[in-house]
């Protein structure tokens, strides 16, 4: 086991790479001058040349990119173009945000797609499940920001429950990751429920039901564990993708995250907190998909074997 999560952690090097050299080229391509943007309308010719020295953007592209990545391996991000502060210390003055709302909206997928879509499986074709499909089927076809914009409509402007905006306090974080949870959720609760349909039409389980065994047991001894194979892969996906997808939703309740943050700085472009920003969330994606391969490996003996060998 060991051995599979170093040589994991070693494939991690050529990703970042990779995606670094797009990145940057990309960043590059892209039409606009950071130091004109940053300087003004008026500017002397020679205030440019000397900004733009500050920025080193007066080198190649190639030797721009090899000391940001020789200074990346140091541990230097680099400085920000548009604030003067140091990069590493913009990425986690927000990150703690995004990650509050991912992680809330993550138990709340959890919770509430795994429990409705047992029922909705186990009471198949009841009331229960034809109201349960009908909601996740609207709810995956509605744009987050939407959904985001009604929540606040409801409970903000109307009820006044919950603030507007901002995350003040711990109550700012319930509607951001309410609207993000609830897309997800809607696919989680379709595959929980046909997944322990799959199950609960297997040999094992109609070997169970005819030597009596309670229903109870049935479900949560024999069955969900095997159904929740393919729900812990897509929790892993999730994660990954609400990371770096909160950026509507951030802007939607105005919330200082990550995806706020890569907003501005790519119309600035402000490529040292962009990069920053992309790369970071790459290392945690990657992280979060080889632990989600460990729970696999844990749920499942069969790719526990695999891993081993």
């Known amino acids: 086991m060991a051995k599979y999560i ?31 943007m940053l300087i003004g309308d008026t500017y002397t010719e020679d205030a440019l040349v000397q900004l733009r020295s500050e920025l080193g953007l007066d080198k ?17 991000f680099g400085i920000s173009y548009r604030t003067r502060n140091p990069v590493f210390a913009e990425v986690f003055s927000r990150f703690p945000h995004t990650v509050a709302i991912t992680f809330l909206s993550i138990i709340i997928q959890l919770v509430v797609g795994v429990i409705v879509g047992i029922v909705a499986a186990v009471k198949q ?53 309410v609207a993000v949870a609830l897309p997800y959720m809607a696919n989680l609760i379709r595959l929980t429920r046909s997944t322990m349909l799959d199950v609960m039409r297997m040999d094992y389980i109609q070997t169970a039901q005819a030597k009596g065994v309670p229903k109870k047991k049935i479900i949560f001894k024999h069955a969900l564990k095997n159904a929740l194979l393919p729900v812990v892969t897509i929790a892993g996906v999730n994660i990954s993708w609400m990371l770096g997808g ?6 939607v309740f105005n919330i200082p995250g990550i995806g706020s943050l890569m907003i501005q700085s790519i119309r600035n472009k402000d490529t040292p907190v962009v990069m920053a920003t992309v790369m970071f969330i790459a290392v945690l994606s990657c992280l979060i998909n080889l632990a989600t391969d460990l729970i696999y490996a844990a749920i499942d003996p069969r790719v526990k074997a695999q891993i081993k060998g």
């Open 6 to 36: 170093v040589k994991r952690l070693i494939l991690i090097i050529p990703i970042l790479l990779g995606i670094s050299i797009i990145l940057f080229t990309i960043m590059n391509l892209t039409p606009g001058d950071p130091a004109q």
């Open 60 to 76: 190649p592209f190639l030797v721009r990119y090899a000391n940001y990545m020789l200074d990346a391996l140091r541990g230097d």
């Open 125 to 177: 074709y009841s009331v229960m499940d034809t109201v349960s499909q009908s909601i996740t089927m609207v709810l995956a076809s509605v744009p987050d920001f939407w959904i985001g914009l009604m929540l606040l409509l409801l409970f903000s402007v109307k009820l006044g429950l919950l603030p507007l905006s901002g995350i003040a306090s711990w109550q700012g974080y319930i509607l951001p990751a």
């Open 246 to 251: 909160t950026i509507v939703i951030e802007q």
